[in-house]
């Protein structure tokens, strides 16, 4: 069984080599491993599809230290390509490629998906303002507490919106991140960080080869 | 109120009802209409008390805007109280409007809405005395009387009540105006003229004048009172004087300027705008720079000053006691505390009227006791000047007269200032040790703010909010406001001090302090510009910035390190910085980034990064170097094979912070040591011709400093690099360039193969082309270079060809000790050619030489003296030239007290020239040369002993000198002489030993001392006059012997 299983999974790592770029087989094999892993520890009933959003929220908040709510719904969503709301291991492998070793322009697609809440292919300023709604401390004493994030909203729409149609589009997202780089993950954390990133990889591609 | 109304509030000038808007009437009004908005509120009682006479003016409200509590009827409103005479407390018919209550005018101020600060504008123009209408005429008086009228009290006391608040609110309102007013600490238009009034006054024919004349270049006065052309006044000129003192050279060509006064170079010849730049240092006004310039003047004016007017000196007297019973206080508190003070010397100086605004200038300027031509009794007191010079400061630091600028930001930068000022001086000691090479510091004290006329206000009040948001953002947010910021033009200083004064630069800091990279990033890479202001340098460092930022250093991501070393590198422009950055370990870290493979085309975008990443740190080390303790410290950190390598690198933006840093600390003998054996030199010469001129100065910069050693120098020329260096004085323009290739042409000339190669690419030509306007840093090296050159006597002839005597001698003229230490070993060196020692004599140069003698540095006496004993050896009639200059044989025999060898051995060989011409020698005997000589006699220092004794053996010839140098004892001294292991000493004892045997107790002496036995050896030397000399000494002393004998025996 165990064997077989084995040929099993390196079959399918050598076909998803072929389809999902950034990996080789050997890590391939070792992301599939894991997430078989990570579905064993799912009900039986749900297993066949794939992860669901609980467990896989479960893993962004341990594994890659994000805190938001919101931001990890979207995360998945952005993983969940066929929007079944489960990940698949096709999907699981190529959400990981991204964020383990996407290109800047892999990321800056990656990201506007994410903040393009309702997918018109343009970030709003309604949408600005509700991923970054919390992001400031709100001043009781103020009149308007929303004030701030309107400001910073005008902030952000000032700084992105480069054909000035009061909303950013992708080309827009696009420039604003390659003239500053900062700015890739500007409504909220939706990448893990580099130190996130160089555990995960040490844990996932290193202990499996120790034990054979 | 009354008082501020009437005097510190701005009424325009042309009609009497309107004020004007200046920021000083904003602000007083903003803070009047404050008060009254809230009185209803604070003071519900006194708000119902009913004016004496009514508040009337014209309005912008209509009936409309009127809600309950006001019977409307038509257009016009009434309240529905009344006084007592019947009067409604409020009757509006638009647009008049009269209000008796201070509860109608608060419950109107908040019926206006936007159009508030206008409505009390109209008010208070219509109303110039509130005060008397509100309380009566006799306020004051009836207040006095208070006690008598008992049956009133009930009012009365409420009256009073009010009273007090109004004269409180009256005293706010004055602080507001003494503050605005305290900050014009500018010279203006009115208050040169005034000044330029005053001295046209003192101006004269008879004995007891103080200037000659005064007059203004230019008649025509513009109508901002300026009278320099528009474009000068871009740079803060107001105008341009001639003065004709009695005493100073012709005339003075002076520029006033809104920065201070200050000398230009006049008018003469072709007008060009060079003949504005200034050449002197910047005074604070006309009567002090005149003092500094003319003892006459200063004289003078002390004397008159006394005969002035008293009732205005008794004035000042005042207000310097006023300001020294502050001292200790901040400037600020003090400025509170003379506020009733300065109020009321306004009632009395200020006439009545819109000519307030122009008096201001004039008024501050004597509080500060800056018109010293009055004052000079109070200024002799201790301490004053310094601190008024303080405030001096302030006042121009804050955003003075700059009518734009904004109400309370000076307030905080000025307290910033007083901060950074004592920070400072706390760490001044600590700072001492660390000497070094830092030439080009900004210690100075960041007392100046640029002019700026960009609006102000919107940006810093941008600035405020970004920081308020970053103060109170989560990550997301924080790099969003980050970003925004950067956007703003943080190389412009007003933003840079925006971002300071809103305490921005805390925030900043402490961001770099967590855990968030983007964070990091992003602060830094605003630190990085605003750093560039050496304030911001300094806040910066007081709030630990620069320890966090070294900590940095060892962080994994790249970006963030290049950005933590540039903005080291930006920030450790000043000694305290660079300290620090050592003191936490910076160096050490620094030198660790250097560690990248520079070597051939980049293969990887992961090692583009290291070379950044190495940039950024040799740009950090660059600006650390700068420090002695710190080359050290880069040394012990193995920096110096990193430097080597990263110098292969092919980049030019790394060789610059490279190359910067070694040339910088080239100034230890470790690292010269150490450019040598690491095979430096060579990448320095193959730099030498980058087509980068900042490069290229950096190299010959390093080779000056490393080529005082021969081995280097000869390297330079193995590696052809003398080749590019000559070629590069054709770079005249730079003149930093300039000065470090003529610097290493120099040092390079010192090898005499050296010398031929650069004959060889015609380098002197080039060189003595460069003796004429050029600065002095360049002209040291340049003379220094043809001095070297001229040892090769073929070399004399092309610098007289080319025409270089004339300019040299020129420059034995000047001040600069190292250029006069220079030149006279060029001049010396070029007066060994007969030829050229005619055009030397020519120019009088001889005499410059020997005036020289007289500077008190010692090597520049040395060097002079040096000088002149070629010029004496090949002069003709040098005896008759030497003795015509009048004292100078006193002077150089009274040179042989110095206490520096160098300048002993100089001397006694000038007087061994000297000596050569009788009647000179009688004359320096007659001065005493004899037993002055003979005081040296027991030298130990060959060079000395060499020259002594040749002055010694010259002197003999005279009179009965030989015998008194016997008696003096120097033949004991001299014998000893003979075991010294110069051979050139050798010969110069002996022809000493040789006069002074002539006479015969010189000779038993000698004979004593055991002369015999060295002299019979010498005579076998293959030096002939050696051999002579000896051979005749021995003669004498044998002679003597027979004579003795034959006396003796028969």
Same mark, same amino acid.
């Given at each position: 069984?165990?064997?077989?299983?084995?040929?099993?999974?390196?079959?399918?790592?050598?076909?998803?080599?072929?389809?999902?770029?950034?990996?080789?087989?050997?890590?391939?094999?070792?992301?599939?491993?894991?997430?078989?892993?990570?579905?064993?520890?799912?009900?039986?009933?749900?297993?066949?599809?794939?992860?669901?959003?609980?467990?896989?929220?479960?893993?962004?908040?341990?594994?890659?230290?994000?805190? /938001?709510?919101?931001?990890?719904?979207?995360?998945?969503?952005?993983?969940?390509?066929?929007?079944?709301?489960?990940?698949?291991?096709?999907?699981?492998?190529?959400?990981?490629?991204?964020?383990?070793?996407?290109?800047?322009?892999?990321?800056?697609?990656?990201?506007?998906?994410?903040?393009?809440?309702?997918? /018109?292919?343009?970030?709003?300023?309604?949408?600005?303002?509700?991923?970054?709604?919390?992001?400031?401390?709100?001043?009781?004493?103020?009149?308007?507490?929303?004030?701030?994030?309107?400001?910073?909203?005008?902030?952000?729409?000032?700084?992105?919106?480069?054909?000035?149609?009061?909303?950013?589009?992708?080309?827009?997202?696009?420039?604003?991140?390659?003239?500053?780089?900062?700015?890739?993950?500007?409504?909220?954390?939706?990448?893990?960080?580099?130190?996130?990133?160089?555990?995960?990889?040490?844990?996932?591609?290193?202990?499996?080869?120790?034990?054979? | 109120?009354?008082?501020?109304?009437?005097?510190?509030?701005?009424?325009?000038?042309?009609?009497?009802?309107?004020?004007?808007?200046?920021?000083?009437?904003?602000?007083?009004?903003?803070?009047?209409?404050?008060?009254?908005?809230? &009185?209803?509120?604070?003071?519900?009682?006194?708000?119902?008390?009913?004016?004496?006479?009514?508040?009337?003016?014209?309005?912008?409200?209509?009936?409309?805007?009127?809600?309950?509590?006001?019977?409307?009827?038509?257009?016009?409103?009434?309240?529905?109280?009344?006084?007592?005479?019947?009067?409604?407390?409020?009757?509006?018919?638009?647009?008049?409007?009269?209000?008796?209550?201070?509860?109608?005018?608060?419950?109107?101020?908040?019926?206006?809405?936007?159009?508030?600060?206008?409505?009390?504008?109209?008010?208070?123009?219509?109303?110039?005395?509130?005060?008397?209408?509100?309380?009566?005429?006799?306020?004051?008086?009836?207040?006095?009387?208070?006690?008598?009228?008992?049956?009133?009290?009930?009012?009365?006391?409420?009256?009073?009540?009010?009273?007090?608040?109004?004269?409180?609110?009256?005293?706010?309102?004055?602080?507001?105006?003494?503050?605005?007013?305290?900050?014009?600490?500018?010279?203006?238009?009115?208050?040169?003229?005034?000044?330029?009034?005053?001295?046209?006054?003192?101006?004269?024919?008879?004995?007891?004048?103080?200037?000659?004349?005064?007059?203004?270049?230019?008649?025509?006065?513009?109508?901002?009172?300026?009278?320099?052309?528009?474009?000068?006044?871009?740079?803060?000129?107001?105008?341009?004087?001639?003065?004709?003192?009695?005493?100073?050279?012709?005339?003075?060509?002076?520029?006033?300027?809104?920065?201070?006064? &200050?000398?230009? $170079?006049?008018?003469?010849?072709?007008?060009?705008?060079?003949?504005?730049?200034?050449?002197?240092?910047?005074?604070?006004?006309?009567?002090?720079?005149?003092?500094?310039?003319?003892?006459?003047?200063?004289?003078?004016?002390?004397?008159?000053?006394?005969?002035?007017?008293?009732?205005?000196?008794?004035?000042?007297?005042?207000?310097?006691?006023?300001?020294?019973?502050?001292?200790?206080?901040?400037?600020?508190?003090?400025?509170?505390?003379?506020?009733? $003070?300065?109020?009321?010397?306004?009632?009395?100086?200020?006439?009545?009227?819109?000519?307030?605004?122009?008096?201001?200038?004039?008024?501050?300027?004597?509080?500060?006791?800056?018109?010293?031509?009055?004052?000079?009794?109070?200024?002799?007191?201790?301490?004053?000047?310094?601190?008024?010079?303080?405030?001096?400061?302030?006042?121009?630091?804050?955003?003075?007269?700059?009518?734009?600028?904004?109400?309370? &930001? @000076?307030?905080?930068?000025?307290?910033?200032?007083?901060? @950074?000022?004592?920070?400072?001086?706390?760490?001044?000691?600590?700072?001492?040790?660390?000497?070094?090479?830092?030439?080009?510091?900004?210690?100075?004290?960041?007392?100046?703010?640029?002019?700026?006329?960009?609006?102000?206000?919107?940006?810093?009040?941008?600035?405020?909010?970004?920081?308020?948001?970053?103060?109170?953002?989560?990550?997301?947010?924080?790099?969003?406001?980050?970003?925004?910021?950067?956007?703003?033009?943080?190389?412009?200083?007003?933003?840079?001090?925006?971002?300071?004064?809103?305490?921005?630069?805390?925030?900043?800091?402490?961001?770099?302090?967590?855990?968030?990279?983007?964070?990091?990033?992003?602060?830094?890479?605003?630190?990085?510009?605003?750093?560039?202001?050496?304030?911001?340098?300094?806040?910066?460092?007081?709030?630990?910035?620069?320890?966090?930022?070294? @900590?940095?250093?060892?962080?994994?991501?790249?970006?963030?390190?290049?950005?933590?070393?540039?903005?080291?590198?930006?920030?450790?422009?000043?000694?305290?910085?660079?300290?620090?950055?050592?003191?936490?370990?910076?160096?050490?870290?620094?030198?660790?980034?250097?560690?990248?493979?520079?070597?051939?085309?980049?293969?990887?975008?992961?090692?583009?990064?290291?070379?950044?990443?190495?940039?950024?740190?040799?740009?950090?080390?660059?600006?650390?170097?700068? @420090?002695?303790?710190?080359?050290?410290?880069?040394?012990?950190?193995?920096?110096?094979?990193?430097?080597?390598?990263?110098?292969?690198?092919?980049?030019?933006?790394?060789?610059?912070?490279?190359?910067?840093?070694?040339?910088?600390?080239?100034?230890?003998?470790?690292?010269?040591?150490?450019?040598?054996?690491?095979?430096?030199?060579?990448?320095?010469?193959?730099?030498?011709?980058?087509?980068?001129?900042?490069?290229?100065?950096?190299?010959?910069?390093?080779?000056?400093?490393?080529?005082?050693?021969?081995?280097?120098?000869?390297?330079?020329?193995?590696?052809?690099?003398?080749?590019?260096?000559?070629?590069?004085?054709?770079?005249?323009?730079?003149?930093?360039?300039?000065?470090?290739?003529?610097?290493?042409?120099?040092?390079?000339?010192?090898?005499?193969?050296?010398?031929?190669?650069?004959?060889?690419?015609?380098?002197?030509?080039?060189?003595?082309?460069?003796?004429?306007?050029?600065?002095?840093?360049?002209?040291?090296?340049?003379?220094?270079?043809?001095?070297?050159?001229?040892?090769?006597?073929?070399?004399?002839?092309?610098?007289?060809?080319?025409?270089?005597?004339?300019?040299?001698?020129?420059?034995?003229?000047?001040?600069?000790? #190292?250029?006069?230490?220079?030149?006279?070993?060029?001049?010396?060196?070029?007066?060994?050619?007969?030829?050229?020692?005619?055009?030397?004599?020519?120019?009088?140069?001889?005499?410059?030489?020997?005036?020289?003698?007289?500077?008190?540095?010692?090597?520049?006496?040395?060097?002079?003296?040096?000088?002149?004993?070629?010029?004496?050896?090949?002069?003709?009639?040098?005896?008759?030239?030497?003795?015509?200059?009048?004292?100078?044989?006193?002077?150089?025999?009274?040179?042989?007290?110095?206490?520096?060898?160098?300048?002993?051995?100089?001397?006694? #060989?000038?007087?061994?020239?000297?000596?050569?011409?009788?009647?000179?020698?009688?004359?320096?005997?007659?001065?005493?040369?004899?037993?002055?000589? #003979?005081?040296?006699?027991?030298?130990?220092?060959?060079?000395?002993?060499?020259?002594?004794?040749?002055?010694?053996?010259?002197?003999?010839?005279?009179?009965?000198?030989?015998?008194?140098?016997?008696?003096?004892?120097?033949? #004991?001294?001299?014998?000893?002489?003979?075991?010294?292991?110069?051979?050139?000493?050798?010969?110069?004892?002996?022809?000493?030993?040789?006069?002074?045997?002539?006479?015969?107790?010189?000779?038993?002496?000698?004979?004593?001392?055991?002369?015999?036995?060295?002299?019979?050896?010498?005579?076998?030397?293959?030096?002939?006059?050696?051999?002579?000399?000896?051979?005749?000494?021995?003669?004498?002393?044998?002679?003597?012997?027979?004579?003795?004998?034959?006396?003796?025996?028969?």
């Amino acid at each position: 069984m165990s064997a077989m299983n084995r040929k099993l999974i390196q079959n399918l790592a050598e076909t998803m080599c072929k389809q999902v770029k950034h990996f080789n087989t050997v890590e391939m094999e070792c992301l599939i491993r894991l997430f078989n892993a990570l579905l064993g520890e799912q009900t039986e009933r749900k297993a066949g599809h794939g992860l669901d959003r609980l467990n896989f929220r479960h893993i962004l908040h341990n594994t890659f230290d994000m805190t /938001d709510d919101m931001m990890m719904d979207r995360v998945f969503r952005a993983f969940d390509k066929d929007n079944d709301s489960y990940i698949s291991v096709k999907e699981w492998v190529e959400g990981l490629s991204l964020f383990l070793r996407g290109t800047l322009d892999e990321k800056i697609k990656y990201c506007f998906d994410v903040y393009d809440l309702n997918g /018109d292919g343009y970030i709003s300023r309604e949408e600005m303002f509700h991923m970054l709604k919390d992001s400031l401390i709100r001043q009781p004493t103020e009149e308007d507490p929303d004030e701030g994030v309107k400001d910073l909203v005008d902030i952000a729409l000032k700084k992105m919106d480069y054909d000035h149609d009061g909303k950013v589009s992708y080309a827009d997202f696009k420039s604003t991140v390659r003239d500053e780089n900062l700015l890739l993950e500007a409504f909220g954390n939706c990448l893990p960080h580099l130190k996130r990133i160089q555990s995960f990889e040490q844990q996932a591609f290193q202990e499996p080869q120790e034990l054979h | 109120m009354g008082v501020a109304l009437s005097r510190a509030v701005q009424w325009d000038s042309s009609g009497a009802d309107n004020l004007e808007n200046t920021p000083l009437n904003k602000a007083m009004l903003s803070e009047i209409l404050l008060f009254t908005e809230e &009185f209803g509120a604070r003071h519900p009682q006194e708000a119902k008390l009913v004016f004496r006479e009514p508040l009337q003016w014209k309005t912008s409200l209509e009936a409309s805007d009127f809600k309950t509590e006001y019977d409307i009827s038509g257009e016009s409103v009434m309240s529905q109280e009344s006084d007592k005479d019947g009067h409604p407390l409020l009757h509006l018919t638009p647009p008049d409007i009269t209000v008796y209550t201070f509860h109608h005018l608060s419950n109107l101020l908040q019926l206006t809405e936007d159009q508030k600060m206008k409505e009390v504008q109209a008010c208070l123009a219509a109303n110039k005395d509130p005060l008397k209408k509100i309380l009566g005429s006799s306020s004051a008086t009836v207040l006095l009387k208070e006690g008598e009228e008992d049956e009133l009290s009930g009012g009365k006391e409420l009256e009073m009540k009010l009273l007090n608040i109004l004269k409180e609110l009256d005293t706010k309102l004055l602080n507001i105006a003494v503050r605005q007013i305290t900050r014009e600490g500018r010279l203006s238009p009115a208050a040169v003229d005034g000044e330029v009034d005053q001295l046209k006054s003192l101006c004269g024919t008879g004995e007891s004048r103080v200037l000659k004349s005064v007059r203004y270049t230019s008649d025509y006065v513009f109508s901002n009172g300026c009278r320099s052309p528009p474009w000068r006044q871009m740079d803060g000129e107001i105008c341009s004087l001639i003065i004709e003192t009695c005493d100073t050279e012709p005339t003075l060509f002076i520029t006033c300027s809104t920065t201070g006064v &200050f000398l230009h $170079e006049g008018l003469i010849g072709d007008v060009g705008e060079n003949s504005y730049k200034r050449k002197s240092d910047v005074y604070r006004d006309l009567v002090t720079l005149l003092k500094n310039k003319s003892p006459h003047f200063a004289k003078t004016i002390s004397e008159q000053a006394i005969q002035e007017v008293p009732s205005e000196k008794f004035q000042h007297m005042e207000t310097v006691d006023e300001q020294e019973t502050g001292q200790t206080s901040r400037s600020y508190d003090r400025r509170e505390k003379n506020a009733p $003070e300065k109020a009321r010397q306004q009632h009395v100086q200020d006439k009545p009227g819109g000519r307030m605004k122009k008096f201001e200038p004039s008024l501050k300027w004597k509080n500060l006791g800056l018109t010293s031509s009055y004052d000079k009794v109070e200024e002799k007191k201790a301490g004053i000047s310094g601190e008024s010079k303080n405030i001096l400061a302030h006042g121009t630091k804050s955003p003075a007269s700059d009518s734009k600028k904004r109400a309370n &930001f @000076s307030e905080t930068s000025l307290q910033g200032c007083w901060s @950074s000022q004592k920070m400072k001086t706390s760490g001044g000691a600590d700072d001492f040790i660390e000497s070094s090479s830092e030439g080009e510091e900004d210690e100075e004290q960041p007392d100046r703010r640029a002019e700026t006329t960009t609006d102000l206000p919107t940006e810093y009040w941008q600035i405020q909010k970004l920081v308020k948001y970053l103060k109170g953002a989560n990550q997301t947010a924080t790099v969003i406001v980050l970003c925004s910021l950067r956007d703003f033009n943080l190389v412009q200083e007003t933003c840079q001090l925006a971002i300071r004064d809103v305490g921005g630069l805390e925030v900043l800091i402490n961001l770099l302090d967590t855990d968030e990279i983007r964070c990091k990033i992003g602060s830094l890479k605003i630190l990085k510009e605003v750093c560039c202001n050496s304030q911001i340098r300094r806040a910066i460092v007081d709030l630990g910035g620069l320890q966090t930022m070294v @900590s940095i250093l060892d962080s994994s991501d790249k970006e963030l390190k290049c950005l933590a070393a540039e903005t080291i590198a930006n920030v450790a422009k000043f000694r305290r910085a660079r300290r620090m950055v050592r003191q936490h370990g910076g160096i050490k870290r620094l030198v660790e980034l250097l560690d990248c493979v520079p070597d051939g085309v980049s293969v990887s975008a992961e090692q583009d990064r290291d070379m950044e990443v190495a940039r950024c740190g040799a740009l950090a080390l660059w600006s650390c170097s700068k @420090s002695t303790r710190n080359k050290e410290a880069i040394r012990q950190a193995g920096g110096i094979p990193l430097l080597a390598r990263l110098l292969r690198s092919p980049q030019r933006n790394m060789l610059i912070p490279a190359v910067g840093t070694l040339q910088e600390c080239a100034s230890e003998k470790s690292y010269r040591i150490a450019i040598q054996t690491e095979g430096m030199i060579k990448d320095l010469v193959k730099n030498l011709s980058s087509d980068n001129q900042e490069l290229q100065m950096h190299c010959a910069s390093a080779i000056f400093k490393c080529a005082e050693d021969k081995q280097t120098r000869d390297l330079v020329r193995q590696y052809n690099g003398l080749k590019p260096l000559v070629m590069l004085l054709n770079e005249a323009e730079n003149k930093q360039l300039l000065a470090a290739t003529t610097g290493a042409i120099w040092k390079c000339s010192i090898s005499m193969e050296n010398v031929a190669k650069f004959q060889e690419y015609k380098a002197l030509e080039t060189l003595v082309g460069l003796l004429k306007d050029q600065p002095e840093e360049v002209l040291v090296n340049v003379v220094g270079a043809l001095g070297e050159c001229a040892q090769i006597p073929e070399n004399l002839a092309t610098i007289r060809k080319c025409g270089g005597i004339q300019p040299l001698v020129n420059l034995l003229i000047g001040t600069n000790q #190292a250029l006069l230490v220079n030149v006279t070993r060029a001049v010396g060196a070029c007066a060994t050619h007969p030829e050229n020692m005619m055009i030397i004599d020519g120019l009088d140069g001889v005499r410059l030489l020997w005036s020289l003698l007289k500077n008190p540095n010692p090597e520049v006496q040395a060097s002079a003296a040096w000088a002149i004993c070629p010029c004496i050896e090949n002069a003709k009639d040098a005896g008759e030239m030497v003795r015509s200059f009048v004292g100078g044989l006193e002077l150089i025999v009274k040179l042989l007290k110095s206490p520096n060898k160098d300048v002993l051995a100089s001397v006694c #060989a000038a007087i061994a020239k000297i000596a050569k011409d009788v009647e000179n020698l009688a004359v320096i005997t007659d001065h005493g040369v004899v037993p002055m000589l #003979a005081s040296l006699t027991n030298t130990v220092d060959d060079k000395l002993r060499r020259y002594l004794a040749e002055a010694i053996a010259r002197c003999c010839t005279w009179g009965s000198n030989c015998v008194s140098f016997g008696d003096a004892g120097v033949v #004991a001294p001299l014998v000893r002489y003979l075991r010294s292991k110069d051979p050139l000493v050798h010969q110069a004892t002996a022809r000493a030993l040789f006069e002074l045997s002539k006479d015969p107790r010189n000779c038993i002496t000698m004979h004593e001392h055991g002369v015999v036995k060295p002299l019979v050896d010498m005579i076998g030397s293959t030096d002939e006059v050696l051999q002579e000399a000896a051979a005749s000494c021995v003669a004498n002393i044998r002679h003597l012997a027979l004579v003795y004998d034959k006396a003796r025996y028969g």
